[in-house]
């Protein structure tokens, strides 16, 4: 919302010394978010009046011409320009080199520069209205520079001075204000600067309204919950036309179009007291009868920005006795809107639902300044104020207008909120000792009715605070305090018991798991956006059972994913082409619309919410094999990390992304993740060249089998014996199953260790050779080699028996 | 048998050392046992005669001895030749290339939040992504159709319910876990409906925080985040605080940091203000700590929000919050 410093001091006489920066700062630290200050001056810096004495024609171009013109002080200068309306003499608006304008009174604000066009020098320019910010104040027509002759100034003289453009403008971040329906108008910032440099606040001038026509507007509210106050009034001998330029000029500053007298001093209003007004042209209005309803469904009605809206049966209306002449509170309809011709008005002022408002703001898209004002919720008193004041107003730009009876329909006031607190109340929340006086003075400076009875307070809210912003103790503490001022609050560390927090399994590994799989394999962690799309239907996920985004901000992010995977292959297809033979890992949410977690709803809610586990999965690219047992040995990593026990990784499983070759991790046989190869067709999907490798893990599955606490193993008291063997085997021996026999074999083998594979026609097409190292120890003797030699044996014959092994000599 | 001439090979040479000798003396008497001809090999080339399992075990032994050996003369050259081994390698070749991963920055700042949190006593706590109304909203005092509503613009998923907007969807939850008192915070991926630029993403990471004690205050809410302010910055922040509207606290504040990049003269970071935007904070609305069934009578209490993405824009100067999802190796690479 913006500002005017010159509209607020009509309000307040602020002090002297005080600079637009330090009030902006004020209002930050007090009350609302100053975004931005900007100066009018500096709009028009180097901007001077210029006076034409002499116009020649440009020798390149037909429609230039060289104007020498006085810029004041006896500097004459040559200007280029294309206006149509030049004549010599006449007094012009001169942009001079540094000036920011705007070209064709289009696009950005631009700095000029001296500069030649088409061969001839030019020194700044010859402005139009549009081109420095005047186009609503002096409408021109296309080509036509800016006259300024009446204002008979001399040349050199600033262009600011001329028109006064000595504002300063606030922006003050919206957001900042949902809560303050008050200070959605100059009159609402002025009370709280008021109240912040203790001076005085002058209430609005509303005159004496003297009426002089009997005409009456007839006004039945027919949903009373909807609208609790409707202020209507019919004014005749009006003549629609350009507003003055005060009005234009105030309306200009805070950003506001100037459209015509009428409806500028409905905005006029509407900025100043923070309450929407709306004139009504009363020849359009049918039975000279205003009815406040719910729409029928089926009527339309088009609205001032000519767009025909249908319209559902909670969309409250401002009707006639035939149709709908109004969106209430959003946007007027264009057939009874004010134009040249009007003679007859209806202004109306009135106080609606906030949320009747709001939702039909958001359901036909129109957030109109009306709309933001209404559904912050405006007490039905500020209603009354503005339907004065705009009359008041009026009377002053069109004196002979005749203003009929203003007919009030207000039926269900509020009563006054009364809020009782205590002084240790306010004292141990705020965290330091402030005396009743102060929190007194601070109150009565807002406007509030403090009583005060043994340490016990009695406060009464303005009228414009007590509709939503100001109910209880709490909001007390926060007027108090801001008043007060932060700056001066000491900080003190709260004194509480010492307890040691606790960790959920969860995240007391989460750090452990992501270092391990850094720090100890080399992967890098990557973060993916949670979302994914239909597009990956075609990897084969059944998408029936993805959690759907209603309103997703584009196709490519419609659903959540149910798997880490995806992202991570993406991830490899955009880094393939930087870096070689990788690995990444992730860990993060999946989720799954067809189950349900352990995450209630909550309050009136029934139910759970869909299940949502943290799922743990990485990817390694590189050559075939190798990227394989590389995903494996992460995996098992993970698992021995963890001191998991009782896990295996069985051959077989399944995953949409995987070729045949894949294993599943069980732990005390329940399923908890896989590794695989990635298919090759699915490699194609994403565009990848490499292999890549793949294991995924549900994290929140898997940490429920940690066991906490776990004894050492006391070291061996006699030396180990360590025996190299290499076993030829046939070609479809699986190492699981050798593994096995080794330890079925001999009780004293402790350790066995695979160290190479070798195939090659020296031991036969169909067979392998397969080295490992085999350690011995017995625990309650140093082995003897002969004791060792007979263990070899056994293991040998018993691979010979089972597996067809025969030592490779 | 050869096993006892491998042993005695030991002692011959330790016989045959004499005092006072050169290092040709050393040369010539390492030849003789080490050299191509020497005393060694002779025995070597006696291994051959041997059964394959004998052949394993004086193997082993002659190896030894053999290393023995070496090693033995190596140490007597060395005498002569202090500095030799120093000037026989190029120091500058470069270091042995470790392949050692990368945690991403958010985790890495992250953990760091956790730790120092940890350290005043505040339990981690988490909860879900895809959540109710409830607690994403009503119970954090924004009824439907609040205008407070707009503030976050929120994705919906088909069956009803939301993708968080904040992670103070969890205050109620630990509120109704844990009761009073209490001290946690929460770490977590938000999601808004948002246009993507250079400093907005629809997904980010915040990092909720909540204590909730008997007769906690402003002044201990300013205290506790100063002190949190340390530990992030590792060095003293100035502070100020000043009134924001969040309708889950009352009052609700804005607390500033004093610009660390210009110490609050005014640089483009803190867009010449000198002041920082950083944590939205406030004592806790009584009729939230009524939703996770406290009574604000009793027990009062503060929140705050750390945007634990901006947190780490700013520690590492990144300037394009899109970096932080895109996950390109090279950008991962420098954390």
């Known amino acids: 919302m913006l500002v005017s410093l010159n509209w607020l001091k009509e309000f307040v006489d602020l002090p002297d010394n005080l600079t637009p920066n330090e009030i902006g700062q004020a209002l930050t630290m007090s009350t609302v978010e100053v975004e931005g200050i900007k100066s009018q001056a500096e709009l028009f810096a180097q901007m001077v009046v210029g006076r034409i004495v002499e116009l020649k024609s440009h020798p390149n171009a037909d429609n230039l011409k060289i104007a020498l013109t006085d810029i004041g002080q006896g500097n004459i200068v040559q200007i280029i320009c294309g206006g149509t309306n030049l004549f010599v003499g006449m007094l012009v608006a001169v942009a001079l080199p540094g000036a920011k304008v705007r070209w064709h009174g289009q696009g950005d604000l631009v700095s000029l520069a001296e500069t030649t066009i088409r061969g001839e020098k030019s020194f700044g320019m010859i402005c139009a209205s549009n081109e420095i910010g005047l186009g609503d104040l002096f409408p021109a027509a296309e080509k036509e520079i800016l006259n300024l002759s009446s204002t008979d100034a001399k040349p050199g003289t600033a262009l600011k001075d001329i028109f006064g453009f000595d504002d300063v403008i606030l922006d003050i971040d919206n957001k900042s204000l949902t809560n303050r329906p008050d200070l959605w108008g100059h009159m609402g910032i002025a009370r709280e600067l008021a109240a912040i440099y203790n001076r005085p606040y002058k209430e609005l001038d509303l005159g004496k309204i003297e009426k002089k026509s009997e005409q009456k507007i007839k006004v039945k509210i027919k949903s009373p919950t909807d609208c609790r106050r409707y202020l209507g009034v019919v004014i005749t001998g009006v003549e629609v036309g350009p507003s003055p330029i005060w009005l234009k000029k105030r309306l200009e500053s805070v950003g506001q179009k100037s459209i015509n007298n009428i409806v500028d001093l409905t905005n006029y209003v509407m900025f100043e007291t923070g309450q929407p007004l709306h004139a009504f042209d009363l020849k359009k209005i049918s039975g000279h009868q205003i009815i406040v309803r719910k729409a029928v469904i089926g009527e339309k009605i088009v609205t001032l920005d000519n767009s025909e809206i249908r319209l559902d049966e909670n969309t409250l209306v401002i009707a006639d006795n035939k149709k709908p002449i109004a969106l209430a509170g959003v946007m007027g309809g264009q057939e009874s809107g004010i134009n040249q011709n009007t003679t007859e008005i209806v202004f109306e002022s009135a106080c609606f639902n906030p949320i009747t408002i709001r939702q039909a703001a958001r359901n036909y898209n129109l957030r109109t300044d009306s709309a933001v004002r209404f559904e912050k919720g405006i007490e039905p008193e500020r209603a009354e104020i503005a339907m004065r004041r705009i009359l008041f107003l009026l009377k002053k730009i069109q004196p002979n207008v005749r203003i009929g009876d203003i007919n009030d329909v207000y039926k269900y006031k509020n009563k006054p909120v009364e809020i009782k607190t205590d002084l240790n109340f306010i004292q141990n929340r705020l965290g330091f000792n402030i005396t009743p006086e102060d929190i007194s003075n601070i109150l009565k400076r807002l406007g509030f009715v403090v009583k005060i009875k043994s340490k016990k307070f009695t406060i009464i809210p303005p009228v414009y605070r007590s509709l939503a912003d100001v109910t209880k103790p709490e909001d007390i503490i926060e007027e108090v305090a801001r008043i007060y001022g932060y700056d001066k609050f000491k900080p003190d560390l709260p004194v509480v018991k010492l307890t040691s927090p606790q960790k959920s399994i969860l995240k007391s590994n989460e750090n452990k798991i992501k270092k391990l799989l850094a720090y100890g394999l080399g992967l890098y962690e990557v973060i993916n956006y949670s979302f994914t799309n239909e597009k990956y239907a075609n990897l084969g996920y059944d998408f029936t059972t993805m959690v759907n985004i209603k309103n997703s901000i584009s196709s490519e992010f419609t659903h959540l994913r149910k798997s880490l995977l995806p992202g991570l292959l993406a991830n490899v297809a955009a880094n393939e082409h930087k870096q070689k033979d990788f690995g990444l890992f992730e860990l993060g949410r999946v989720f799954m619309a067809d189950r349900l977690s352990e995450f209630r709803r909550g309050g009136n809610l029934t139910g759970e919410l869909i299940w949502q586990p943290y799922y743990l999965a990485g990817v390694f690219t590189g050559k075939k094999e190798q990227v394989f047992f590389q995903a494996k040995g992460a995996v098992e990593a993970i698992c021995n990390h963890l001191k998991l026990s009782n896990w295996e990784l069985v051959p077989g499983g399944d995953d949409v992304l995987a070729n045949k070759n894949i294993l599943t991790l069980q732990v005390n046989n329940n399923i908890v993740g896989k590794v695989f190869c990635v298919a090759d067709d699915k490699l194609k999907f994403f565009d990848i060249s490499q292999f890549v490798s793949a294991w995924e893990i549900d994290f929140e599955a898997l940490v429920k089998f940690i066991t906490t606490g776990y004894n050492y193993s006391p070291l061996p008291k006699y030396p180990a014996v360590i025996y190299d063997l290499a076993v030829v085997f046939p070609q479809d021996v699986k190492w699981q199953d050798i593994e096995k026999n080794i330890f079925t074999a001999s009780d004293l083998v402790r350790e066995v260790n695979l160290f190479d594979i070798y195939v090659g026609d020296k031991i036969g097409l169909d067979k392998k050779s397969i080295a490992f190292t085999l350690t011995f120890s017995d625990p309650n003797k140093t082995l003897q080699m002969k004791e060792v030699e007979k263990e070899v044996d056994k293991i040998l014959k018993k691979l010979n028996q089972q597996l067809q092994g025969v030592l490779r000599s | ?335």
């Open chain 2, 1 to 335: 048998m050869l096993k006892d001439d491998f042993k005695n090979l030991l002692k011959q040479v330790q016989a045959d050392i004499k005092s006072n000798m050169t290092k040709d003396d050393w040369l010539a008497l390492e030849k003789k046992y080490l050299g191509r001809k020497g005393e060694l090999n002779k025995l070597m080339d006696s291994l051959k005669t041997l059964a394959v399992e004998e052949k394993r075990e004086v193997g082993k032994l002659a190896n030894a001895v053999k290393l023995e050996l070496e090693n033995f003369f190596h140490k007597q050259k060395s005498i002569f030749n202090p500095v030799d081994e120093n000037k026989t390698f190029d120091l500058t070749l470069p270091g042995e290339k470790y392949n050692i991963g990368h945690l991403h920055p958010i985790t890495q700042i992250q953990e760091e939040l956790e730790e120092i949190f940890a350290s005043m006593g505040f339990i981690v706590e988490d909860g879900p992504e895809v959540e109710s109304e409830y607690y994403n909203f009503d119970a954090l005092n924004i009824p439907a159709h609040h205008p407070a509503r707009d503030m976050q613009d929120t994705f919906f998923t088909a069956e009803g319910n939301v993708l968080r907007t904040h992670t103070s969807s969890v205050q109620v939850r630990a509120m109704e876990k844990y009761g009073t008192p209490l001290r946690c915070i929460v770490p977590g991926k938000v999601f808004r409906n948002e246009a993507t630029d250079a400093s907005h993403d629809h997904t980010f990471y915040q990092l909720e925080g909540l204590m909730i004690d008997k007769n906690i205050s402003i002044t201990n809410l300013i205290a506790v985040m100063k002190e949190l302010l340390r530990g992030i910055f590792k060095q003293e922040v100035t502070v100020r605080l000043r009134p924001g509207f969040f309708p889950f606290v009352e009052p609700g504040f804005e607390l500033d940091i004093k610009c660390l990049i210009c110490r609050g003269n005014g640089c483009s970071v803190c867009k010449q203000s000198g002041w920082l935007e950083l944590l939205p904070c406030g004592l806790i609305h009584p009729n939230v700590l009524r939703a996770g069934g406290i009574d604000p009578a009793e027990w009062s209490g503060f929140a705050f929000g750390l945007g634990l993405t901006r947190l780490v824009m700013m520690r590492y100067g990144i300037e394009d919050i899109r970096l932080l999802f895109g996950n390109d190796l090279r950008f991962l690479k420098q954390f």
